[in-house]
């Protein structure tokens, strides 16, 4: 375990906390006005690998090769010139800091860090962190990497679960739950939504299918996978066969005997690695997903009818109420396929560049 400290005057900044890999969803906007819930689990932290925040640089003023040396292999609207490694953390954890009157931007319904760090070491008023709590964000806290110390604490090497272990303790993920907007209580103002931690593994994953198509068409397994991705896949890909498969594979699951070229693999949610298997041919290409959707798409939790009581038999259920459901089909994060996307070098290719300059078409066709 770790505390981060004042880089300035040593001053503990955060609770003991364990690292864990960076959300897919750390960076989505999602909807508009609504109130989304702390990123991080307290007690964990996890790193961002590319810069985060001012100053920013629009691509006009970027050259490709720099970019491209970067891992972004098409247009952005800009790109972060601050030191990469930005440590985010739950709200609660952090310790003896205060806001910081004059970067307070934001306030459509909260901060959003716009400004640059808003949050100063209580000690010596050195700018440390950045407070996000606006409306459609992830509320967070965005330690600054230039200006906290990790300070190992207590068993700092404490080695990840298994895969094993994983699947047993591990926990799925709702392809769906209630969304609420800003400064409305539960079930005043709110309706049953896609998740939003669904729609950007959607929006990643969906990048990676694309890339791995090589502009053929592409089948996704039967169930809530298809209902997740099969629509988007079928209109922007040609159909063009043979279509290329691709399967759920990871701990437990078996892809031998299948002609699967595409593996939609769980990611460690401790350390971010990928599953793998010995030996798998060098053509499959595994998509990432979060371990917590891909356990619900292998194993999803059914939708059990409320037991009956009264004058009808105890063996009986009822169908009322019924499952919650969603207004629309589904629909991937825009935001987070066009990151993904424009991070692969296969968007190099002039289709799929075409598919990420029509993203709004796509997203009117309401694919996003």
Wanted: proline share 12%; with cysteine; net charge negative.
């Amino acid at each position: 375990m770790y505390v981060f400290a004042c880089a300035g005057c040593g001053a503990r900044l955060t609770t003991p906390l364990s690292q864990v890999a960076l959300p897919v969803h750390a960076h989505q906007k999602f909807g508009n006005g609504l109130q989304l819930p702390v990123l991080m689990e307290s007690g964990t932290f996890a790193v961002d690998p590319e810069p985060l925040g001012p100053p920013w640089r629009p691509w006009g003023q970027v050259n490709p090769e720099e970019a491209a040396a970067r891992g972004v292999y098409a247009p952005v609207h800009a790109l972060s010139d601050a030191e990469p490694g930005a440590i985010v953390i739950a709200p609660g954890d952090a310790r003896g800091t205060v806001l910081i009157p004059e970067r307070s931007g934001g306030y459509c319904c909260g901060l959003d860090g716009a400004d640059g760090p808003n949050m100063a070491c209580l000690a010596c008023s050195l700018p440390v962190a950045s407070r996000i709590d606006d409306c459609s964000l992830w509320q967070a806290v965005w330690l600054a990497p230039n200006a906290v110390r990790r300070i190992p604490v207590g068993d700092a090497a404490l080695a990840p679960l298994s895969w094993a272990e994983l699947v047993v303790e591990g926990k799925g993920t709702p392809p769906f739950e209630p969304i609420v907007t800003w400064g409305s209580r539960a079930g005043s103002r709110s309706w049953w939504s896609w998740s939003p931690q669904w729609e950007a593994a959607a929006g990643r994953a969906l990048a990676h299918l694309l890339a791995a198509s090589e502009g053929r068409a592409v089948t996704v397994p039967d169930g809530v996978a298809r209902e997740v991705f099969q629509r988007a896949l079928d209109a922007l890909l040609p159909v063009r066969p043979p279509a290329r498969r691709a399967v759920l594979a990871g701990p437990g699951l078996s892809t031998s005997g299948t002609d699967a070229e595409i593996l939609l693999v769980p990611a460690h949610p401790q350390t971010g690695e990928l599953w793998t298997q010995p030996g798998p041919p060098a053509s499959v290409y595994r998509v990432p997903l979060p371990f917590g959707v891909w356990l619900w798409l292998v194993s999803p939790e059914p939708d059990l009818p409320v037991p009956t009581s009264g004058g009808l038999p105890g063996e009986a259920l009822r169908d009322d109420p019924l499952p919650p459901v969603p207004r629309h089909p589904f629909r991937a994060d825009a935001g987070t396929f066009r990151h993904t996307l424009a991070r692969l070098p296969a968007v190099r290719s002039p289709w799929l560049r075409h598919i990420l300059e029509n993203l709004t078409q796509h997203m009117r066709a309401g694919l996003f």
